[in-house]
């Protein structure tokens, strides 16, 4: 092909087998894609590419790959803002005929091109070492194992009890990641075994995310390393289900190996029930909390408790 489409953000250069996507890094430019670098996304790959009217006299040039095919958009599952979306072009509003021609190149490549390709991913993953800290821990990924580290003081009792984690990528069926927006989101581990809480706060194979902590440029190229090798390790997951409700309210026990019911999979509905994360004063008052907690059971002394507390009651 051998066009070139310069954009916001962006430089789509269109080859004979794949468009070479290759990001701007611009302080203006979304931490996501400054983090990605660049992408190459095969035609095979390719489930639609259309074009659109944008904001302010612009023109969108958007392609979709198809499910399996990137990890990025697996784990992502839809929720990415626009402005985020790798594979989302915005270009000034004379270009729409060469974005029209483009988009008309990829369909008739994608058509052409072999997809009954079973298999691992088309795209690759972010690369390994990985890692990031979340409201109640710090995650890191090395390619084979998945290792969580709680903090004292946002770690909830049930997390605390039962230690820090190590997740062979065998064990996984898959990731649920849920972006740090609004009232919080976070980063599931989805276990083969089953027999997870449905609260992401209780359950040790979850790191709750917050608006300052665990960013979608940190945890999502995370979540999609984490997929693609549970998937490389056989690890393929159920079908999408809701947590049943002997799940949600299943007592934790000392290891989340404990099979109390079946877990869902990719892109699984938030439950009833499921954490909803708070801020400010009513978030300090929760980790008060769990410090009374921590220290009833032993863990703190009363020393430690009070100088938490102290900690946390100065940042009201």
Not at 105 to 115: D, M, N
Not at 169 to 190: D, M
Request: a neutral charge; aromatic letters at 6%.
């Amino acid at each position: 092909m051998g066009e070139v489409l310069t954009g916001v953000h962006a430089t789509w250069e269109f080859g004979t087998d794949a468009v070479h996507i290759r990001y701007e890094r611009g302080v203006r430019t979304p931490r996501l894609l400054q983090v990605l670098g660049e992408r190459r996304l095969p035609y095979e790959a390719v489930a639609s590419v259309e074009t659109g009217r944008g904001r302010r006299g612009t023109v969108v040039l958007r392609a979709r790959p198809r499910p399996g095919t990137d990890p990025l958009t697996d784990a992502a599952d839809g929720q990415l803002r626009d402005s985020a979306d790798p594979y989302r072009l915005v270009l000034p509003a004379d270009r729409e005929g060469l974005a029209e021609h483009c988009a008309r190149l990829v369909r008739e490549a994608a058509s052409g091109s072999g997809r009954g390709r079973n298999g691992g991913f088309l795209l690759p993953a972010p690369p390994v070492p990985l890692q990031f800290g979340g409201r109640d821990g710090r995650a890191s990924f090395d390619g084979r194992e998945v290792f969580f580290h709680w903090s004292l003081t946002g770690a909830s009792a049930a997390k605390w009890k039962a230690g820090d984690q190590t997740f062979p990528v065998e064990r996984l069926a898959g990731v649920e990641w849920r972006p740090p927006r609004g009232t919080g989101g976070h980063l599931r581990l989805l276990l083969r075994e089953g027999g997870q809480p449905a609260d992401p706060a209780e359950d040790p194979a979850a790191v709750v995310l917050g608006l300052v902590h665990g960013a979608g440029h940190d945890s999502l190229p995370f979540a999609a390393a984490v997929l693609a090798a549970s998937r490389a390790a056989g690890g393929a997951a159920p079908a999408p289900s809701a947590y049943s409700a002997h799940a949600a309210h299943a007592a934790l026990s000392s290891h989340p190996a404990a099979s109390a019911a079946r877990a869902g999979g990719p892109g699984l509905p938030a439950a009833a029930g499921s954490a909803r994360y708070r801020s400010d004063a009513a978030d300090i008052a929760d980790r008060i909390r769990h410090l009374g907690e921590l220290r009833g059971a032993g863990l703190l002394t009363d020393e430690e408790f009070t100088t938490k507390k102290a900690q946390l009651l100065a940042e009201l």
